[in-house]
T-cell receptor
Framework: NAGVTQTPKFRVLKTGQSMTLLCAQDMNHEYMYWYRQDPGMGLRLIHYSVGEGTTAKGEVPDGYNVSRLKKQNFLLGLESAAPSQTSVYFC????????????FGSGTRLTVV | GENVEQHPSTLSVQEGDSAVIKCTYSDSASNYFPWYKQELGKGPQLIIDIRSNVGEKKDQRIAVTLNKTAKHFSLHITETQPEDSAVYFCAASVSGYALNFGKGTSLLVTP
């Protein structure tokens, strides 16, 4: 049971380039999330999804887009990367019923130069 | 929206001592309060959680207390060990999903 898998683990982009971060979960969780983690800022919610085909904005959505075409996958896209998007990105998933903690992936360290 | 504040930002204790991390939240409708431990280079991992109908919960050396009136909750780690060294995050949620996290506490346990 792999849990939540994020690819890639590391990436360096040039300003203006685009990329997609992939998150896959094998726990049949309904809810999925993308957070970014910056020093001294904790974890901030970018976008989330409460089911296949749905997405919603979180606290810091600007500059990012997401898609949830399949229940097990949640993609985070950067159309035109900026240095301010240098961060560690975490994907997480959770059950839909009741209140349950997240299962996090191991993160993607992105540097935009 | 919900605002979660966490203190202290860094905490150093000697092995065997207790550690306490405190969080406050702003939305009185919040009803779910998990705590996460993040080791270097890894994703956060859920260590304990508490729901609003419970005042205290224990799991071996860790415990969480909740005071809904004062809108604060705390993590208590007893008999600390070097492997407890990590960054700890509190979080709160109104909906049960879309967690709002505190900024984290870096705990160092020295032998």
């Amino acid at each position: 049971n792999a849990g939540v898998t994020q690819t890639p683990k590391f990436r360096v982009l040039k300003t203006g380039q685009s990329m997609t971060l992939l998150c896959a979960q094998d726990m049949n969780h309904e809810y999925m999330y993308w957070y970014r983690q910056d020093p001294g800022m904790g974890l901030r919610l970018i976008h989330y999804s409460v089911g296949e085909g749905t997405t919603a904005k979180g606290e810091v959505p600007d500059g990012y887009n997401v898609s949830r075409l399949k229940k097990q996958n949640f993609l985070l896209g950067l159309e035109s990367a900026a240095p301010s998007q240098t961060s560690v990105y975490f994907c997480a998933s959770s059950k839909s019923t009741g209140q349950h903690g997240y299962t996090f992936g191991s993160g993607t360290r992105l540097t935009v130069v | 929206g919900e605002n979660v504040e966490q203190h202290p930002s860094t905490l150093s204790v000697q092995e065997g001592d207790s550690a306490v991390i405190k969080c406050t939240y702003s939305d009185s409708a919040s009803n779910y309060f998990p705590w996460y431990k993040q080791e270097l280079g890894k994703g956060p991992q859920l260590i304990i959680d508490i729901r609003s109908n419970v005042g205290e919960k224990k799991d071996q050396r860790i415990a969480v207390t909740l005071n809904k009136t004062a809108k604060h909750f705390s993590l208590h780690i007893t008999e600390t060990q070097p492997e407890d060294s990590a960054v700890y995050f509190c979080a709160a949620s109104v909906s049960g999903y879309a967690l709002n996290f505190g900024k984290g506490t870096s705990l160092l346990v020295t032998p």
